[in-house]
Protein backbone atom coordinates (compact mmCIF):
# COMPACT_ATOMS: atom_id res chain seq x y z
CA UNK A 1 0.00 0.00 0.00
CA UNK A 2 1.38 3.12 -0.89
CA UNK A 3 1.64 5.92 1.86
CA UNK A 4 -0.31 8.34 1.53
CA UNK A 5 1.55 12.03 2.37
CA UNK A 6 -0.88 15.33 2.96
CA UNK A 7 0.62 18.47 1.62
CA UNK A 8 1.61 20.89 4.24
CA UNK A 9 0.03 24.77 3.97
CA UNK A 10 2.33 26.74 3.08
CA UNK A 11 3.53 29.13 5.35
CA UNK A 12 4.25 32.65 4.51
CA UNK A 13 7.75 34.49 5.60
CA UNK A 14 7.80 35.49 8.97
CA UNK A 15 8.37 39.25 9.33
CA UNK A 16 10.68 40.18 12.06
CA UNK A 17 9.14 43.49 13.83
CA UNK A 18 11.91 45.52 15.86
CA UNK A 19 10.63 46.66 19.34
CA UNK A 20 10.05 50.18 19.27
CA UNK A 21 8.20 50.58 22.67
CA UNK A 22 8.85 53.85 24.47
CA UNK A 23 9.01 53.11 28.33
CA UNK A 24 9.07 56.39 30.98
CA UNK A 25 10.09 56.30 34.76
CA UNK A 26 9.52 59.20 36.28
CA UNK A 27 9.51 60.25 40.43
CA UNK A 28 7.99 63.00 42.58
CA UNK A 29 4.60 62.65 41.14
CA UNK A 30 2.40 63.90 43.51
CA UNK A 31 -0.83 61.63 43.35
CA UNK A 32 -1.22 57.95 44.43
CA UNK A 33 -2.94 55.10 43.70
CA UNK A 34 -5.43 55.17 46.61
CA UNK A 35 -7.18 57.98 44.46
CA UNK A 36 -8.09 60.28 47.45
CA UNK A 37 -6.39 62.57 45.48
CA UNK A 38 -6.04 62.86 42.13
CA UNK A 39 -4.57 65.50 39.09
CA UNK A 40 -6.84 66.80 36.23
CA UNK A 41 -4.95 68.61 33.37
CA UNK A 42 -6.10 70.66 30.67
CA UNK A 43 -5.42 68.26 28.56
CA UNK A 44 -3.61 64.63 27.83
CA UNK A 45 -0.89 66.67 25.80
CA UNK A 46 -0.30 68.47 29.73
CA UNK A 47 -0.38 64.80 31.24
CA UNK A 48 2.45 64.18 28.98
CA UNK A 49 4.51 66.68 29.04
CA UNK A 50 4.24 66.74 33.02
CA UNK A 51 5.36 63.07 33.68
CA UNK A 52 8.06 63.32 30.61
CA UNK A 53 9.30 66.29 33.00
CA UNK A 54 9.73 63.85 36.12
CA UNK A 55 11.26 61.57 34.10
CA UNK A 56 15.16 59.28 35.62
CA UNK A 57 14.98 56.73 33.01
CA UNK A 58 13.97 56.35 29.32
CA UNK A 59 13.73 53.21 27.18
CA UNK A 60 13.53 53.44 23.82
CA UNK A 61 13.22 50.39 21.25
CA UNK A 62 11.53 48.03 24.21
CA UNK A 63 9.52 44.89 23.83
CA UNK A 64 5.55 45.96 24.35
CA UNK A 65 4.57 46.17 28.21
CA UNK A 66 0.97 44.03 28.90
CA UNK A 67 -0.96 45.88 31.62
CA UNK A 68 -2.05 42.36 32.49
CA UNK A 69 1.23 41.06 33.91
CA UNK A 70 1.63 44.69 35.51
CA UNK A 71 5.49 43.87 35.61
CA UNK A 72 8.01 45.04 33.23
CA UNK A 73 11.71 43.92 32.92
CA UNK A 74 13.98 46.84 31.95
CA UNK A 75 17.77 46.84 31.46
CA UNK A 76 19.49 48.70 34.51
CA UNK A 77 20.27 48.22 38.13
CA UNK A 78 17.42 48.76 41.01
CA UNK A 79 19.44 51.43 43.03
CA UNK A 80 19.62 54.01 40.15
CA UNK A 81 15.41 53.05 39.34
CA UNK A 82 14.73 53.41 43.56
CA UNK A 83 12.97 56.40 43.16
CA UNK A 84 10.46 55.80 40.42
CA UNK A 85 6.79 56.12 41.43
CA UNK A 86 5.30 56.34 37.84
CA UNK A 87 5.48 55.29 34.69
CA UNK A 88 3.91 56.29 30.84
CA UNK A 89 4.36 54.00 28.04
CA UNK A 90 3.65 53.55 24.04
CA UNK A 91 3.56 49.94 22.52
CA UNK A 92 4.40 51.62 19.14
CA UNK A 93 4.13 50.75 16.57
CA UNK A 94 0.34 48.91 17.53
CA UNK A 95 -0.89 52.01 19.53
CA UNK A 96 0.15 55.47 19.28
CA UNK A 97 -1.59 56.28 22.78
CA UNK A 98 0.58 56.84 26.18
CA UNK A 99 -0.53 54.78 29.16
CA UNK A 100 -0.31 55.46 32.29
CA UNK A 101 0.42 53.57 35.53
CA UNK A 102 2.01 53.54 39.48
CA UNK A 103 5.24 52.13 40.24
CA UNK A 104 4.62 49.89 43.13
CA UNK A 105 7.87 48.21 43.41
CA UNK A 106 11.09 47.88 41.94
CA UNK A 107 12.97 43.87 42.37
CA UNK A 108 16.66 43.23 41.97
CA UNK A 109 16.98 40.42 39.31
CA UNK A 110 20.95 40.34 38.61
CA UNK A 111 23.12 43.00 37.67
CA UNK A 112 22.34 45.52 35.66
CA UNK A 113 18.61 43.65 35.65
CA UNK A 114 15.14 44.64 37.84
CA UNK A 115 11.76 43.72 37.70
CA UNK A 116 9.55 46.67 37.78
CA UNK A 117 5.81 46.14 39.14
CA UNK A 118 3.31 48.58 37.93
CA UNK A 119 -0.64 48.88 38.03
CA UNK A 120 -2.50 50.99 35.47
CA UNK A 121 -3.44 54.89 36.92
CA UNK A 122 -7.25 54.12 36.29
CA UNK A 123 -7.80 58.17 36.28
CA UNK A 124 -5.02 59.52 33.96
CA UNK A 125 -5.66 56.79 31.26
CA UNK A 126 -9.34 57.40 30.87
CA UNK A 127 -10.66 60.90 32.69
CA UNK A 128 -9.77 62.43 29.65
CA UNK A 129 -11.59 60.07 27.15
CA UNK A 130 -14.81 60.54 28.84
CA UNK A 131 -17.44 63.15 30.16
CA UNK A 132 -19.52 62.20 33.37
CA UNK A 133 -23.08 62.59 33.47
CA UNK A 134 -25.89 63.89 35.39
CA UNK A 135 -25.91 61.85 38.69
CA UNK A 136 -26.52 61.50 42.58
CA UNK A 137 -24.18 64.21 43.70
CA UNK A 138 -23.82 64.34 47.64
CA UNK A 139 -21.06 66.58 48.24
CA UNK A 140 -18.99 69.02 45.93
CA UNK A 141 -17.77 72.63 45.82
CA UNK A 142 -19.33 74.97 44.55
CA UNK A 143 -18.12 78.05 42.13
CA UNK A 144 -16.40 80.80 44.46
CA UNK A 145 -19.20 83.24 42.48
CA UNK A 146 -21.63 81.09 43.66
CA UNK A 147 -20.92 80.69 47.37
CA UNK A 148 -23.24 83.40 48.29
CA UNK A 149 -25.41 84.21 51.78
CA UNK A 150 -27.32 81.10 51.88
CA UNK A 151 -26.66 80.18 48.72
CA UNK A 152 -26.69 76.49 49.94
CA UNK A 153 -29.23 75.41 52.98
CA UNK A 154 -28.70 71.78 52.52
CA UNK A 155 -28.51 70.83 56.31
CA UNK A 156 -24.69 69.23 57.10
CA UNK A 157 -25.19 67.55 60.24
CA UNK A 158 -21.88 68.32 61.86
CA UNK A 159 -21.41 68.89 65.87
CA UNK A 160 -21.50 72.27 66.27
CA UNK A 161 -20.49 72.35 69.72
CA UNK A 162 -21.71 75.17 72.53
CA UNK A 163 -23.06 78.41 71.71
CA UNK A 164 -22.25 82.16 72.88
CA UNK A 165 -24.29 85.07 72.78
CA UNK A 166 -22.53 87.62 70.58
CA UNK A 167 -24.96 90.59 71.03
CA UNK A 168 -28.02 91.17 73.18
CA UNK A 169 -31.15 93.31 71.73
CA UNK A 170 -33.87 94.46 73.83
CA UNK A 171 -36.79 96.98 73.52
CA UNK A 172 -37.14 100.22 75.83
CA UNK A 173 -39.62 99.00 78.74
CA UNK A 174 -39.96 101.85 80.23
CA UNK A 175 -40.13 100.61 84.19
CA UNK A 176 -43.02 99.67 85.71
CA UNK A 177 -46.93 100.95 86.05
CA UNK A 178 -49.40 99.58 89.06
CA UNK A 179 -52.99 98.75 88.24
CA UNK A 180 -55.71 98.14 91.17
CA UNK A 181 -59.30 96.66 90.20
CA UNK A 182 -61.84 97.33 92.28
CA UNK A 183 -65.74 96.25 92.45
CA UNK A 184 -67.14 99.73 93.19
CA UNK A 185 -64.92 102.89 92.74
CA UNK A 186 -62.88 104.53 95.66
CA UNK A 187 -66.61 106.90 96.18
CA UNK A 188 -68.07 103.46 96.94
CA UNK A 189 -70.08 104.21 93.56
CA UNK A 190 -70.93 101.40 91.19
CA UNK A 191 -68.88 100.74 88.13
CA UNK A 192 -69.92 101.21 84.91
CA UNK A 193 -68.68 98.18 82.80
CA UNK A 194 -66.91 98.85 80.04
CA UNK A 195 -64.94 97.26 77.07
CA UNK A 196 -61.22 97.38 78.21
CA UNK A 197 -58.57 97.20 75.13
CA UNK A 198 -61.69 94.35 73.61
CA UNK A 199 -61.77 92.96 77.21
CA UNK A 200 -65.37 93.64 79.04
CA UNK A 201 -64.75 94.60 82.87
CA UNK A 202 -67.26 95.65 85.28
CA UNK A 203 -64.82 96.53 87.46
CA UNK A 204 -63.26 99.64 88.03
CA UNK A 205 -59.26 99.86 86.82
CA UNK A 206 -56.94 102.39 88.73
CA UNK A 207 -53.58 103.10 86.90
CA UNK A 208 -50.81 104.58 89.04
CA UNK A 209 -47.25 105.83 87.59
CA UNK A 210 -45.58 105.17 90.87
CA UNK A 211 -45.59 102.24 93.42
CA UNK A 212 -46.60 105.81 95.64
CA UNK A 213 -49.61 106.75 93.91
CA UNK A 214 -50.89 102.93 94.10
CA UNK A 215 -50.42 103.50 98.00
CA UNK A 216 -52.52 106.20 97.47
CA UNK A 217 -54.94 104.66 95.64
CA UNK A 218 -55.14 101.95 98.24
CA UNK A 219 -55.33 104.00 101.21
CA UNK A 220 -58.15 105.84 99.63
CA UNK A 221 -60.21 102.96 99.93
CA UNK A 222 -59.34 101.53 103.35
CA UNK A 223 -60.14 105.18 104.50
CA UNK A 224 -63.80 104.96 103.00
CA UNK A 225 -64.49 101.58 104.54
CA UNK A 226 -64.38 99.65 101.07
CA UNK A 227 -60.62 98.47 100.86
CA UNK A 228 -62.87 94.53 100.58
CA UNK A 229 -63.47 96.14 97.18
CA UNK A 230 -60.20 95.95 95.59
CA UNK A 231 -60.25 92.34 93.82
CA UNK A 232 -56.79 92.58 92.49
CA UNK A 233 -54.00 94.81 91.88
CA UNK A 234 -50.53 94.23 89.47
CA UNK A 235 -47.62 95.75 87.80
CA UNK A 236 -46.47 95.83 84.03
CA UNK A 237 -43.93 97.36 81.97
CA UNK A 238 -44.95 100.50 80.96
CA UNK A 239 -44.59 100.18 77.39
CA UNK A 240 -48.26 98.42 77.74
CA UNK A 241 -49.42 101.88 77.97
CA UNK A 242 -47.26 104.45 77.01
CA UNK A 243 -47.81 105.35 73.21
CA UNK A 244 -44.47 106.70 73.02
CA UNK A 245 -43.31 103.09 73.79
CA UNK A 246 -46.35 100.83 72.52
CA UNK A 247 -44.90 100.18 69.61
CA UNK A 248 -41.09 99.28 68.96
CA UNK A 249 -38.88 98.16 65.95
CA UNK A 250 -35.62 95.99 66.57
CA UNK A 251 -33.10 95.13 63.71
CA UNK A 252 -31.37 92.37 64.76
CA UNK A 253 -28.15 92.47 61.98
CA UNK A 254 -26.62 89.16 60.69
CA UNK A 255 -23.02 89.08 62.22
CA UNK A 256 -19.81 90.13 60.25
CA UNK A 257 -17.91 87.33 62.26
CA UNK A 258 -18.70 84.33 64.46
CA UNK A 259 -16.82 84.94 68.03
CA UNK A 260 -14.36 87.05 66.31
CA UNK A 261 -13.30 84.52 63.94
CA UNK A 262 -14.53 85.42 60.00
CA UNK A 263 -14.53 82.07 57.80
CA UNK A 264 -14.09 82.01 54.67
CA UNK A 265 -17.03 80.19 53.60
CA UNK A 266 -20.67 81.64 53.95
CA UNK A 267 -22.30 79.00 55.00
CA UNK A 268 -21.08 79.61 58.02
CA UNK A 269 -23.67 82.12 58.49
CA UNK A 270 -26.89 80.26 58.82
CA UNK A 271 -28.30 78.02 61.07
CA UNK A 272 -27.14 76.16 63.00
CA UNK A 273 -23.81 78.17 63.31
CA UNK A 274 -25.24 81.26 64.10
CA UNK A 275 -29.30 82.44 64.84
CA UNK A 276 -30.83 84.47 67.19
CA UNK A 277 -32.48 83.36 70.22
CA UNK A 278 -35.77 85.19 71.80
CA UNK A 279 -35.46 84.09 75.61
CA UNK A 280 -37.37 85.87 78.36
CA UNK A 281 -37.22 85.21 82.34
CA UNK A 282 -40.05 82.43 82.06
CA UNK A 283 -37.75 80.36 79.93
CA UNK A 284 -39.56 80.75 77.56
CA UNK A 285 -37.43 80.63 74.04
CA UNK A 286 -37.53 80.52 70.41
CA UNK A 287 -34.95 80.53 67.36
CA UNK A 288 -35.17 82.72 64.12
CA UNK A 289 -32.52 82.20 61.45
CA UNK A 290 -31.95 84.62 59.16
CA UNK A 291 -31.50 82.18 56.14
CA UNK A 292 -35.53 82.75 56.40
CA UNK A 293 -35.72 86.42 56.03
CA UNK A 294 -36.35 88.34 52.97
CA UNK A 295 -34.76 91.67 54.16
CA UNK A 296 -32.11 92.38 51.75
CA UNK A 297 -29.70 93.43 54.20
CA UNK A 298 -30.68 89.79 55.62
CA UNK A 299 -31.19 91.69 59.36
CA UNK A 300 -34.02 89.72 61.23
CA UNK A 301 -37.04 92.86 61.46
CA UNK A 302 -38.88 92.07 64.91
CA UNK A 303 -42.24 94.27 65.77
CA UNK A 304 -42.68 94.47 70.06
CA UNK A 305 -45.76 96.04 70.71
CA UNK A 306 -47.54 96.22 74.46
CA UNK A 307 -51.07 96.76 75.68
CA UNK A 308 -52.55 97.50 78.79
CA UNK A 309 -55.88 97.04 80.31
CA UNK A 310 -57.29 93.96 81.98
CA UNK A 311 -54.17 91.55 80.95
CA UNK A 312 -50.96 93.75 79.99
CA UNK A 313 -49.30 91.56 76.95
CA UNK A 314 -46.41 92.12 75.10
CA UNK A 315 -46.86 90.84 71.26
CA UNK A 316 -43.45 89.54 69.34
CA UNK A 317 -44.00 89.68 65.58
CA UNK A 318 -41.31 89.15 63.11
CA UNK A 319 -41.51 90.71 59.32
CA UNK A 320 -40.76 89.54 55.76
CA UNK A 321 -40.15 86.61 57.76
CA UNK A 322 -40.75 83.23 56.56
CA UNK A 323 -43.96 84.89 54.26
CA UNK A 324 -44.11 87.20 50.91
CA UNK A 325 -47.04 89.05 51.23
CA UNK A 326 -48.64 87.68 54.46
CA UNK A 327 -48.62 88.59 57.86
CA UNK A 328 -46.63 85.79 59.97
CA UNK A 329 -49.01 84.66 62.64
CA UNK A 330 -47.47 81.19 63.07
CA UNK A 331 -44.01 82.35 64.79
CA UNK A 332 -45.31 85.43 66.71
CA UNK A 333 -44.94 85.22 70.51
CA UNK A 334 -47.23 86.32 73.19
CA UNK A 335 -45.88 87.05 76.66
CA UNK A 336 -48.35 87.65 79.86
CA UNK A 337 -46.36 91.13 81.05
CA UNK A 338 -48.43 91.04 84.43
CA UNK A 339 -46.83 90.73 87.92
CA UNK A 340 -49.57 89.87 90.51
CA UNK A 341 -49.27 91.86 93.57
CA UNK A 342 -50.21 91.00 97.23
CA UNK A 343 -51.69 93.75 99.43
CA UNK A 344 -53.20 93.75 103.15
CA UNK A 345 -56.39 94.72 104.28
CA UNK A 346 -56.83 96.62 107.65
CA UNK A 347 -59.44 95.01 109.25
CA UNK A 348 -59.18 97.96 112.31
CA UNK A 349 -58.83 101.05 109.74
CA UNK A 350 -61.78 99.59 107.81
CA UNK A 351 -63.96 99.18 111.04
CA UNK A 352 -63.05 102.85 111.90
CA UNK A 353 -64.40 103.89 108.44
CA UNK A 354 -67.64 101.80 108.24
CA UNK A 355 -68.55 102.27 111.79
CA UNK A 356 -67.69 106.03 112.04
CA UNK A 357 -71.15 106.96 110.47
CA UNK A 358 -72.63 104.40 113.02
CA UNK A 359 -70.89 106.66 115.93
CA UNK A 360 -71.75 109.70 114.47
CA UNK A 361 -75.53 108.76 114.19
CA UNK A 362 -75.37 107.85 117.77
CA UNK A 363 -73.97 110.44 119.21
CA UNK A 364 -76.57 112.70 117.72
CA UNK A 365 -79.45 111.01 118.98
CA UNK A 366 -77.68 110.62 122.11
CA UNK A 367 -77.29 114.74 122.02
CA UNK A 368 -81.54 114.75 121.47
CA UNK A 369 -82.00 112.42 124.29
CA UNK A 370 -80.17 114.32 126.93
CA UNK A 371 -81.90 117.32 125.54
CA UNK A 372 -84.88 115.18 126.28
CA UNK A 373 -83.99 113.95 129.84
CA UNK A 374 -82.89 117.61 130.68
CA UNK A 375 -86.14 119.01 129.72
CA UNK A 376 -88.25 116.24 131.56
CA UNK A 377 -85.93 116.67 134.92
CA UNK A 378 -86.92 120.27 134.78
CA UNK A 379 -90.64 119.71 134.49
CA UNK A 380 -90.38 117.55 137.14
CA UNK A 381 -88.43 119.55 139.55
CA UNK A 382 -90.89 122.26 138.88
CA UNK A 383 -93.78 119.97 139.33
CA UNK A 384 -92.54 118.72 142.55
CA UNK A 385 -92.34 122.34 143.71
CA UNK A 386 -95.81 123.10 142.34
CA UNK A 387 -97.70 120.16 144.41
CA UNK A 388 -95.33 120.77 147.55
CA UNK A 389 -93.20 117.50 146.76
CA UNK A 390 -90.07 119.15 147.24
CA UNK A 391 -88.36 116.55 147.83
CA UNK A 392 -89.21 114.01 144.81
CA UNK A 393 -88.90 117.10 142.33
CA UNK A 394 -85.39 117.28 143.36
CA UNK A 395 -84.57 114.09 143.08
CA UNK A 396 -86.12 114.38 139.39
CA UNK A 397 -84.02 117.17 139.07
CA UNK A 398 -81.18 115.84 140.39
CA UNK A 399 -81.24 112.05 138.62
CA UNK A 400 -81.88 113.86 135.15
CA UNK A 401 -78.91 115.94 135.40
CA UNK A 402 -76.52 112.77 136.18
CA UNK A 403 -78.08 110.55 133.38
CA UNK A 404 -77.47 113.78 130.84
CA UNK A 405 -73.76 114.19 132.35
CA UNK A 406 -73.02 110.20 132.06
CA UNK A 407 -74.35 109.47 128.95
CA UNK A 408 -71.83 110.50 126.33
CA UNK A 409 -69.24 109.45 129.22
CA UNK A 410 -71.16 105.69 129.18
CA UNK A 411 -71.54 106.09 125.24
CA UNK A 412 -67.41 107.05 124.55
CA UNK A 413 -66.26 104.39 126.90
CA UNK A 414 -68.64 101.86 124.63
CA UNK A 415 -67.03 102.76 121.48
CA UNK A 416 -63.28 102.46 122.65
CA UNK A 417 -64.20 99.47 123.64
CA UNK A 418 -65.66 98.38 120.44
CA UNK A 419 -61.96 100.49 118.81
CA UNK A 420 -59.72 98.53 121.04
CA UNK A 421 -61.49 95.03 120.14
CA UNK A 422 -61.15 95.51 116.73
CA UNK A 423 -57.36 96.60 117.06
CA UNK A 424 -56.65 93.54 118.19
CA UNK A 425 -57.50 91.86 114.91
CA UNK A 426 -54.45 91.87 112.36
CA UNK A 427 -54.77 93.31 108.57
CA UNK A 428 -55.24 90.12 106.54
CA UNK A 429 -53.43 89.23 103.52
CA UNK A 430 -54.86 89.92 99.67
CA UNK A 431 -53.75 88.59 96.18
CA UNK A 432 -50.22 86.91 95.78
CA UNK A 433 -47.00 87.56 94.40
CA UNK A 434 -46.76 85.83 90.63
CA UNK A 435 -45.60 85.86 87.42
CA UNK A 436 -42.65 87.34 86.02
CA UNK A 437 -41.53 88.58 89.13
CA UNK A 438 -37.65 87.69 88.24
CA UNK A 439 -37.90 90.40 85.96
CA UNK A 440 -38.21 93.51 88.53
CA UNK A 441 -36.07 91.54 91.25
CA UNK A 442 -32.95 91.58 88.81
CA UNK A 443 -34.58 94.49 86.83
CA UNK A 444 -33.97 92.16 83.62
CA UNK A 445 -36.30 92.56 80.53
CA UNK A 446 -39.25 90.85 79.60
CA UNK A 447 -38.28 90.69 76.05
CA UNK A 448 -34.59 89.42 74.82
CA UNK A 449 -32.91 89.30 71.66
CA UNK A 450 -29.06 87.08 71.32
CA UNK A 451 -27.68 86.72 68.38
CA UNK A 452 -25.85 83.25 69.03
CA UNK A 453 -23.01 81.81 67.49
CA UNK A 454 -20.64 78.81 67.40
CA UNK A 455 -17.27 79.38 69.59
CA UNK A 456 -14.37 80.50 67.22
CA UNK A 457 -12.58 77.25 67.21
CA UNK A 458 -15.82 75.36 66.28
CA UNK A 459 -16.34 77.73 63.47
CA UNK A 460 -12.57 77.33 62.23
CA UNK A 461 -12.77 73.51 62.10
CA UNK A 462 -15.89 73.84 59.99
CA UNK A 463 -14.26 76.23 58.10
CA UNK A 464 -11.54 73.89 56.91
CA UNK A 465 -13.75 71.19 56.52
CA UNK A 466 -15.85 73.04 54.08
CA UNK A 467 -12.78 74.73 52.56
CA UNK A 468 -10.89 70.76 51.83
CA UNK A 469 -14.82 69.26 51.17
CA UNK A 470 -17.32 71.49 49.61
CA UNK A 471 -21.08 71.63 50.87
CA UNK A 472 -23.77 68.79 50.87
CA UNK A 473 -25.30 68.99 47.35
CA UNK A 474 -27.79 65.92 47.48
CA UNK A 475 -29.02 67.03 44.07
CA UNK A 476 -29.15 65.38 40.67
CA UNK A 477 -26.31 67.21 38.78
CA UNK A 478 -23.66 66.98 37.05
CA UNK A 479 -20.64 67.79 39.31
CA UNK A 480 -18.44 70.07 39.60
CA UNK A 481 -15.03 68.61 38.84
CA UNK A 482 -13.25 71.99 37.47
CA UNK A 483 -14.80 75.53 39.05
CA UNK A 484 -12.17 76.39 41.72
CA UNK A 485 -8.64 77.05 40.82
CA UNK A 486 -6.76 74.60 42.87
CA UNK A 487 -8.80 71.67 43.54
CA UNK A 488 -12.77 70.57 43.83
CA UNK A 489 -13.86 67.95 45.87
CA UNK A 490 -17.12 65.72 44.30
CA UNK A 491 -18.08 62.62 46.06
CA UNK A 492 -21.05 61.00 43.77
CA UNK A 493 -23.79 58.05 44.56
CA UNK A 494 -23.91 56.01 40.94
CA UNK A 495 -21.70 58.16 39.04
CA UNK A 496 -22.06 57.07 35.10
CA UNK A 497 -19.59 58.58 32.41
CA UNK A 498 -20.16 58.75 28.28
CA UNK A 499 -17.27 57.53 26.11
CA UNK A 500 -14.84 54.90 24.87
CA UNK A 501 -14.19 53.16 28.03
CA UNK A 502 -13.18 49.65 28.79
CA UNK A 503 -15.99 48.19 31.45
CA UNK A 504 -13.47 47.25 34.16
CA UNK A 505 -11.53 51.08 33.76
CA UNK A 506 -15.61 52.40 34.21
CA UNK A 507 -16.05 50.76 37.33
CA UNK A 508 -13.02 51.34 38.62
CA UNK A 509 -13.91 55.45 37.60
CA UNK A 510 -17.28 54.52 39.16
CA UNK A 511 -15.95 53.84 42.16
CA UNK A 512 -13.39 56.71 42.74
CA UNK A 513 -16.52 59.01 42.76
CA UNK A 514 -18.51 57.62 44.61
CA UNK A 515 -16.05 57.10 47.62
CA UNK A 516 -15.32 60.70 47.61
CA UNK A 517 -12.32 62.47 45.35
CA UNK A 518 -10.06 65.70 45.53
CA UNK A 519 -9.66 66.32 42.08
CA UNK A 520 -6.17 68.82 41.85
CA UNK A 521 -5.77 71.75 39.26
CA UNK A 522 -2.61 72.18 40.37
CA UNK A 523 1.23 70.17 40.62
CA UNK A 524 1.22 71.22 44.27
CA UNK A 525 -1.52 68.64 44.98
CA UNK A 526 -2.42 68.01 48.67
CA UNK A 527 -1.39 71.74 49.08
CA UNK A 528 -4.92 73.21 50.86
CA UNK A 529 -2.73 76.80 52.11
CA UNK A 530 -2.86 77.29 48.23
CA UNK A 531 -6.10 80.19 46.97
CA UNK A 532 -8.93 78.14 45.76
CA UNK A 533 -11.13 81.02 44.23
Not at 98 to 105: A, D, E, L, N
Not at 174 to 203: C, H, K, M, R
Request: with cysteine.
Amino acid sequence: MADIMLDMPQQSPVVATAPQAEVILSAGIPWTNDYNHVRLFDSAGELESFVKSKQVARWTQSTPVRWGELSYRAKGNESSLIEANYIMFKNAPFNSKWYYGFVTGIQWLSNGSCVINIEPDYWQNNIYEVSINECFVEREHVSKAADVLFGNLVPEGLEAGEYKAQERYAPIEGGWLYSLLSSATSEGQQPIPVVDNNIFSGLSRYTAQTYQELITILNNFQDSGIADAVVQIYQYPAMCDRSDLQNQQILIPIPSNIDGYVPKNNKLFQYPYIYVLFSNPSNKTATFRFELTNRLDHGIDMSVSGMGGLTPMIHILPNDYRVDDIVNYFDDIYIDATIQCAWTNDAYQAYLAQMSPVWQAQEKTLAVQQIGTAFNGIMATLGGLATGNIFGGLTSGANAVFNTATAPYLQQTNIQAQKESHDLIPPSARGSVSGNSSVAMFSTNIVNFYTMTITAQMARCIDDYFTAFGYATNRLKVPNINNRSSWNFVKTNGATFSGSIMLDDMRKLQAIFDRGVTIWHTNDVGNYSLENN
